[in-house]
């Protein structure tokens, strides 16, 4: 888990997170951080760099890979969520179908492709909505960079944090999800994981991706402060989009 999180790096900034199957990797972020926030969307970057850290958010050094997002979504590798605020892109199959510590066969559009591993969670270790425990734990990995002064070195910015929070409610209508873990700025697009205690020991699965904070009311009576929730898309959306590939 500590190896997840990717930051996304575009005309606009945010996170995401490598997902496998048997035989592909995706790359899984918030819509609004690869198109235009209202319909007709449209691509609004042309290249992009997502930077990682292969063993973990505490390595000395992060690794980078350069897309060429137009390309990528020209020939069809690109899905949305025209409904949620989800896309993902096909980044590359997997040799020897040997998931998640295969050798990743980048497609032509990765324009950067030194990283020899990429780290990637597995689709089959992922929740659907229905199997999503309101009341569980959840953790939250970002790269929140609207906060602290940037000027004083509160901390790294090229480095996520991890938030921990809980499941605070399902919401049947929009089917999504609303946890007590506040989301900032830049936030759009990490992982979130839920954190289940079992005869077998904590239990950790990966629930969607963070869209952004719920916000509070202000004293004029708008919409300007952020409240401690957020609002997580979970992976049935993810998954239908996955399907869309094959």
Request: proline letters at 6%; glycine letters at 6%; charged letters at 20%.
């Amino acid at each position: 888990m500590l190896n997840s999180p990717v930051f996304y790096s575009g005309t606009v900034n945010g996170n995401g997170v490598f997902i496998s199957d048997t035989n592909h990797i995706y790359f899984v972020t918030a819509r609004r951080n690869l198109f235009s926030e209202k319909a007709p969307y449209k691509l609004i970057s042309k290249q992009a760099t997502l930077s990682f850290y292969p063993l973990n958010v505490f390595s000395d050094t992060a690794e980078r890979i350069s897309i060429d997002v137009k390309e990528a979504y020209e020939k069809n590798f690109i899905k949305y969520d025209s409904v949620n605020d989800i896309a993902i892109i096909l980044i590359a199959s997997l040799k020897h179908n040997n998931a998640p510590s295969g050798k990743p066969d980048f497609y032509p559009f990765v324009l950067k492709s030194e990283a020899a591993y990429l780290p990637t969670w597995l689709n089959e270790r992922s929740e659907a909505y229905n199997e999503v425990e309101v009341g569980a734990g959840v953790y939250l990995f970002n790269y929140p960079l609207s906060i602290g002064l940037q000027q004083t070195n509160q901390f790294d910015y090229q480095r996520p944090l991890i938030r921990r929070g809980e499941i605070s409610g399902k919401y049947k209508k929009l089917k999504n999800i609303i946890i007590h873990a506040p989301a900032y700025i830049g936030n759009t697009g990490g992982p979130v994981y839920e954190s289940r205690y079992t005869a077998q020991g904590e239990k950790i699965s990966l629930i969607g991706i963070v869209t952004g904070p719920i916000p509070a009311l202000g004293s004029s009576n708008s919409p300007n402060l952020g409240s401690d929730y957020s609002i997580v898309v979970p992976m049935d959306y993810v998954r239908n989009l996955m399907k869309l590939f094959k």
